[in-house]
């Protein structure tokens, strides 16, 4: 009797044994992909600052200044020559 | 057979002698009982000894053996923190860190790789061959090479693949806005700590705190798993000025262009948000590249409207009236005696143009020095220095900001009857333009004072009261008066706007002796009809031999950057839109 007992708890320790060596391994897997992402992340943050002063620096209001004047012909805005329009509250909304 | 089996049972005897084996003579021990117990000894002091051992290795140099084991497979990580952006009031970048790396060297490891590797490197890091030679150079297992060197350099170095060359991740801060905007921003070190500007007012919330972590790392360097929890890093805080970069570049260009035009050493202006108190635009010339400062001089760096304390000259004038104003000693239209010259002691005050009798109004129209001083003489000491005091002369402007000046003001008491009459106008007492633009505030606000700020504010402050509405209300009219047809500053007009202000011509001391070099300078707001942005402009030596005066140099630049500011604040007009101004030769620049 106690000799049966002591055999199906053998298998059950070796089964254990098993499933933990499974689980240490998917761990490690799941691990590694985490930290993969993690470092993307990282890269994509970079790469979002990078654009965003991409943005600054191409928005620079010299640039715009230059290039509308040089290129587009275009002349500053004068009070004389704005045309103001007031706007009531009640058209507001 | 079976007498034969019970004869096989017995004991075998031996055939000679019948002697039973285990009673053979030759078997019989010959050696002495202290054999076996040293053995048995030995065996026994062996075990001590291992059992001895063992508890050694387990109990008593267990911590030694177990880092000695984790050195081997576990790796201290260190998380880096990005120091925060610093954008403008719409979120435009103005600062932002982008990763780079610092190229460093084994010298002994380099120099024994072939001559043409190290050529090429050289070639990258863009310096010649005996320069680099010369770095390595040297006694240290360790030599920085180039830091701060872009990401696509430093791949293409590593892709060189030299011994001993490695590359470590750091910092570069951009600065897209660049010269405009340098003296508010700041700049960073290569160890990207603040050194100027907000960079440096606001180190300790843009800097992140660094975090680390410790992993188990595989034979490939893979990480495997944490031993410990991670020690997250945080990044270093956003920061939001108030400048709004739009009216900061058209300053910064103006400014620029008046300087060129009366050839002026240099100048500062500065943009108020009456209503919130934010600083919306500062500008200094002359300016630097913060993106590049190989060439950097103590003038280039210096925050004048923030720095610089001088004689503010007429600038002061409208705080000695409202002061009168405001203790009914006068009202607008009393009348003072301003022709000749006024002694008071030994010393003499006269006016540039001279004029006759005056009333308040006509005082603060044509800047007459005489008429000040007459009205400063009917007040006592004590007064006119509370009232200077509480508009913020003679104080650090209450915001954190490297280096602002405090300027002077002596003390009450050791005031003679000369001093006080001079200081009503501006001489003998120093402010920076920040303080005037400051204080100007009174006379915008309808007498109240709100402190200012570089960063963006969700609320406006609660504002401390200096003046009462009706005096802030009048002294607006007879500020409005300046730049009327009668008025020292006509040229500080916009189209479209009724503007207030006054200016200021200072003579520069040096060495304790007035000198013929200026300040001219023009302190104003607009709208007058409801103030939204008070305007300071210093401009610092003027060619004494063109136009060097507040009204002809100054407030030419006041109006052109006003009339920006309200038209990029979408402020309605509120007068009539008539070009009065003789053409101010700024025209080309919006």
């Known amino acids: ?93 | 057979m079976s007498s034969q089996s019970r004869q096989s049972a017995r004991p075998r005897k031996a055939n000679a002698k019948g002697v039973p084996f285990s009673q053979n003579p030759v078997l019989a021990p010959k050696l002495s009982a202290w054999r076996s117990r040293l053995v048995m000894f030995v065996l026994f002091v062996s075990f001590v000894a291992l059992v001895g051992r063992a508890f050694w290795l387990q109990a008593m140099s267990t911590d030694f053996l177990q880092k000695q084991g984790e050195s081997r497979y576990a790796r201290t990580l260190e998380l880096p923190a990005t120091r925060g952006k610093i954008t403008d009031r719409n979120g435009l970048v103005l600062a932002s860190s982008i990763p780079v790396k610092a190229i460093w060297a084994i010298p002994e490891d380099v120099l024994a790789e072939p001559k043409e590797k190290i050529q090429q490197l050289a070639a990258l890091l863009e310096m010649s061959e005996a320069e680099l030679r010369k770095k390595l150079d040297s006694d240290h297992q360790f030599v920085y090479l180039k830091r701060q060197v872009e990401q696509v350099t430093s791949d293409k170095i590593e892709a060189l693949k030299i011994n001993g060359v490695e590359t470590r991740k750091e910092y570069k801060r951009y600065y897209p806005e660049g010269e405009a905007m340098a003296h508010v921003v700041g700049f960073t070190n290569v160890e990207d700590a603040g050194q100027e500007g907000m960079e440096l007012a606001d180190q300790k919330e843009l800097a992140g705190k660094l975090g680390s972590r410790r992993v188990i790392k595989d034979r490939l360097g893979h990480i495997v798993e944490d031993l410990r929890a991670i020690n997250e890093p945080h990044d270093g805080k956003e920061l939001t000025l108030s400048i709004d970069s739009k009216i900061q570049y058209l300053a910064y260009a103006q400014l620029k262009e008046t300087l060129a035009k009366f050839k002026a050493k240099a100048g500062g202006v500065v943009v108020v948000d009456v209503q919130t108190g934010e600083i919306l635009a500062l500008a200094n010339l002359p300016s630097y590249n913060p993106n590049d400062r190989s060439v950097l001089t103590g003038a280039q760096l210096r925050n004048r409207v923030m720095t610089d304390a001088y004689e503010p000259g007429s600038v002061m004038k409208p705080f000695t009236v409202s002061l009168a104003l405001e203790t009914n000693r006068v009202r607008p239209e009393t009348v003072f005696q301003t022709a000749g010259k006024m002694t008071i002691g030994t010393a003499q005050i006269g006016d540039a143009h001279e004029s006759g009798a005056l009333t308040v109004a006509q005082i603060i129209e044509k800047s007459s020095n005489v008429g000040t001083a007459k009205i400063a003489l009917m007040m006592q000491p004590q007064e006119m220095w509370e009232m200077f005091t509480k508009v913020g002369f003679g104080q650090a402007p209450k915001f954190d900001f490297p280096g602002t000046a405090t300027g002077r003001m002596r003390n009450f008491k050791t005031w003679r009857p000369i001093e006080q009459a001079t200081m009503a106008y501006g001489q003998g007492i120093t402010a920076s333009t920040i303080q005037l633009a400051h204080a100007y505030m009174i006379f915008a606000r309808d007498g109240e004072l709100i402190p200012l700020s570089l960063k963006k504010l969700d609320q406006a402050p609660v504002g401390e009261r200096i003046i009462s509405p009706n005096t802030a209300q009048t002294m607006r009219m007879m500020l409005e008066s300046v730049t009327g047809p009668e008025g020292t500053a006509i040229r500080a007009r916009v189209p479209g706007y009724r503007v207030a202000g006054k200016t200021g011509t200072a003579y520069k001391v040096e060495h304790g002796q007035y000198v013929k070099k200026y300040i001219a300078s023009f302190c104003g707001f607009a709208p007058v009809s409801n103030p939204r942005i008070i305007v300071a402009v210093m401009i610092d030596e003027p060619d004494p031999a063109g136009p060097h005066f507040g009204g002809p140099v100054a407030a030419p630049l006041f109006s052109s950057i006003t009339a920006n500011a309200l038209r990029t604040l979408n402020v309605p007009p509120d007068t009539t839109v008539t070009s009065l101004l003789p053409d101010n030769g700024l025209g080309d620049i919006m």
């Not at chain 1, 470092?39 to 994509?44: I, V, W």
């Not at chain 1, 928005?59 to 587009?72: C, N, P, T």
Request: glycine residues 2%; charged residues 25%; positive net charge.
């Open chain 1, 1 to 93: 009797m106690s000799g049966r007992f002591n055999v199906l708890l053998l298998i059950a320790v070796v089964v254990c044994a098993l499933i933990l060596v499974k689980t240490q391994y998917q761990a490690r897997h799941l691990f590694i992909e985490v930290e993969r992402s993690q470092t993307e992340a990282r890269q994509l943050e970079v790469e979002w600052a990078q654009l965003q002063l991409d943005q600054s620096n191409l928005g620079k209001h010299e640039r715009i200044q230059a290039s509308a004047m040089k290129d587009l012909n275009m002349v500053p805005v004068t009070a004389e020559r704005t045309q103001y329009l007031t706007i009531h509250d009640r058209q507001k909304q």
